[in-house]
């Protein structure tokens, strides 16, 4: 179930801290840029690691005409707070084009980044003292996939294996 206010989430947020959580997950496309700061607050203030959802963002990020392309929500997401964001794969079912992904990746985690057009970084960015937020790869990826994703996302990422393991026939 989700919060139908941001006091509700906090109050949410409390209770996983007081049963020891490490980590809440938030979707920030759904909740709001507002809740999402608001709760990035909290978390920073209580030392929990905030793990970034990005459900809905298909909506907005795949319509070619009037759209907003994911590079610009990923940035979004660093100014408003977060430790962790589902970034695609490249590989497995979130495929997506590799220059790409990797510009915006790096738009998340690194502190300065130049233009490359070819990646999608249509102007230097400096984001100063602005902390970086980790890459997740998530979405239908398995065990025969981690060779291209360390070598895609380097060893400063999140691979976050779930149903595509467990529907692999292997395992």
């Not at 990923?74 to 490249?90: E, F, I, Q």
Request: with cysteine; hydrophobic share 40%.
């Amino acid at each position: 179930a989700t919060a139908g206010h941001c006091d509700e989430m906090i109050k949410r947020a409390e209770c996983a801290k007081e049963l020891g959580v490490p980590i809440i997950m938030h979707d920030y496309l759904t909740g709001g840029f507002t809740a999402n700061t608001s709760l990035a607050h909290y978390c920073r203030d209580h030392s929990l690691l905030l793990h970034i959802h990005r459900a809905m963002h298909a909506v907005i990020d795949r319509q070619k005409i009037h759209g907003m392309h994911f590079r610009v929500l990923a940035k979004a997401l660093r100014l408003s707070g977060g430790d962790h964001l589902h970034a695609g794969t490249v590989v497995g079912k979130l495929e997506g084009e590799r220059e790409v992904t990797l510009g915006f990746v790096d738009l998340m985690r690194d502190n300065f980044c130049e233009k490359d057009r070819k990646r999608g970084i249509y102007f230097t960015q400096d984001w100063v003292s602005l902390p970086g937020v980790i890459p997740v790869a998530s979405g239908g990826i398995h065990v025969w996939h981690m060779p291209a994703l360390v070598e895609i996302f380097g060893d400063d990422a999140c691979l976050q294996f779930g149903g595509g393991t467990l529907g692999h026939p292997w395992g």
